[in-house]
């Protein structure tokens, strides 16, 4: 039964997080083997003022 | 000094994110034997098209 | 599909375990109406000395 | 900066664990568009009596 | 490549949430030896309706 | 009540480990102005096989 936690930085489309849990699904099932049905992904939208890359924001360098 | 994180699909009320916190607290502490004032819990609300279930989001499946 | 993960001191029993994994899917089926069968609970045992409570390990403070 | 993190029963090899993080990067780089240089993916390996599957353990229903 | 998740209780402000990464990113590098560019730090904004203390919500406790 | 999940390579001396857990209890308390008492800091030591940088392994990297 594999579960993913996602995380990434707020802005992403509807359209790119169907892609997102679709692909991760599938690559879960293939390398474990475990079935398709037993994959549970859920993803975290993180705001650019709560993302630190080498101690600044993501807003502050401008991502 | 239990803690724990609770992933729910977005749309409980107030009411019932009280429940969880209050039921899941009391069940820690019965089932550890730690004392409730030292039981912690956080929940968090997963937008329906942030959660997949067997490849698919909440939101398509109709949750 | 309420899922939780715990956070516990090492040094719980298998039978405390089980007890926490049966009280705590059962907290959640009742608080929000999800059925047992859809809830899913995780624990992390934390080492003594991975644990820090106000600036101090577990282990250093005797816990 | 695509990151996830993976949950998975333990007693996965060495090479599986290669494949899941091998397909996970590359399944996030291209539904994202993030290249694969900035996608972080950390596996936990949980042991079967701290998995939870409808109130029993993994170990308790012979997974 | 030392990450930190951080739980915080909503209302900080993006000054705040700015000193938490540059602080905590400091803290890291210095404390294990990496370099600042390899830490990354998330933070989360838990609502005090979501966050249990001893059994009660962050709110109804008037935190 | 701010709380930080640490993750890290395997293979960090105690000493380390008590270093973080001091120096980023010590930062969470200065960003954000909560009393060092109420600051929870829990690490968890990722092995070389399970962290994943760019698609391939730690342990595969050399790290």
């Not at 993913?4 to 692909?23: H, M, W």
């Not at 699904?25 to 650019?48: C, M």
């Amino acid at each position: 039964m594999p579960f993913a936690q996602i995380y990434l930085i707020e802005g992403r489309s509807e359209e790119q997080k169907r892609a997102v849990i679709e692909t991760v699904t599938q690559a879960l099932s293939e390398s474990t083997g475990a079935p398709k049905e037993n994959v549970r992904v859920w993803i975290h939208d993180v705001p650019k003022t709560n993302w630190g890359i080498a101690g600044k924001t993501a807003k502050d360098l401008g991502r």
